[in-house]
């Protein structure tokens, strides 16, 4: 079975720097996804990036990047130009590439943005 | 176009008895999936469901229940309620089943069991 480990249960930046995220996974398969999901206090979840294990070029999307590291099963999400409003929990996920949705979470990191 | 939608909001509930949680996925979609997420465990995969069919399901004890109607709604049911169900009842909607659709989270369903 998948299994997704988030090693920093809180994380804490000063607005306006830079944070990375650290997240690993395990499996057997060699295609899949993988996502950045962020749940602030409101408990919605928005997906913040996603990356296809197939794709060598690592995802970004404004101020978040990602460094997948396939080999090393390393899936780490750095924050630029850290907001106040990018506080939240931030969740890693795995998702097969065949057949089921069903996604694979890590236990979350919170983030603190200290202004 | 309408994110998902999760009724109701709230929901507290006595031990013993049971409990409906409904899903309205965003037009088009037809693929719905529903997550619990607690403290303790995190974030876990209940049930999915595509074309009415369940097509995938989780490590839950057969008290928790799915289905899905013809026009994508899908609904969840906890029977004999314990107090360990008390969580968050996340619902996700796909365009389809398979690889390479995004999932949309809903706002939850707050379960409170007393």
């Known amino acids: 079975a998948q299994t997704v480990t988030q090693s920093q249960p809180e994380m804490s930046v000063q607005e306006a720097e830079t944070v990375t995220l650290s997240c690993t996974y395990d499996?057997?398969?060699?295609?899949?996804?993988l996502f950045w999901y962020k749940q602030p206090p409101s408990r919605q979840m928005i997906l913040v990036i996603r990356?296809?294990?197939?794709?060598?070029q690592n995802a970004t999307e404004n101020r978040f990047s990602v460094n997948f590291q396939k080999a090393a099963k390393s899936f780490s999400l750095k924050i630029s130009d850290s907001q106040l409003g990018d506080a939240a929990m931030y969740f890693c996920a795995y998702r097969r590439d065949q057949g089921a949705q069903k996604l694979v979470f890590g236990q979350g990191t919170r983030l603190t943005i200290n202004p | 176009k309408a994110g998902v939608t999760q009724t109701p909001r709230y929901l507290i509930k006595t031990r013993g008895q049971q409990v409906t949680l409904s899903c309205s996925p965003i037009?088009?979609?037809?693929?719905v999936s529903w997550y619990q997420q607690t403290p303790g465990q995190g974030l876990q995969f209940l049930f999915e469901y595509f074309s009415e069919t369940q097509r995938n399901k989780g490590n839950f004890p057969g008290r928790f229940s799915g289905r899905q109607f013809s026009n994508s709604r899908s609904e969840m049911n906890v029977s004999t309620l314990e107090l360990g169900d008390s969580a968050l009842y996340l619902c996700?909607?796909?365009?389809?089943f398979g690889t390479g659709y995004e999932q949309y989270f809903g706002p939850g369903t707050r379960l409170t069991v007393t």
């Open positions: 990356q296809e294990a197939y794709k060598q």
């Open positions: 996700a909607s796909s365009p389809r």
């Open positions: 499996t057997s398969e060699s295609d899949y996804y």
């Open positions: 037009s088009g979609h037809r693929s």
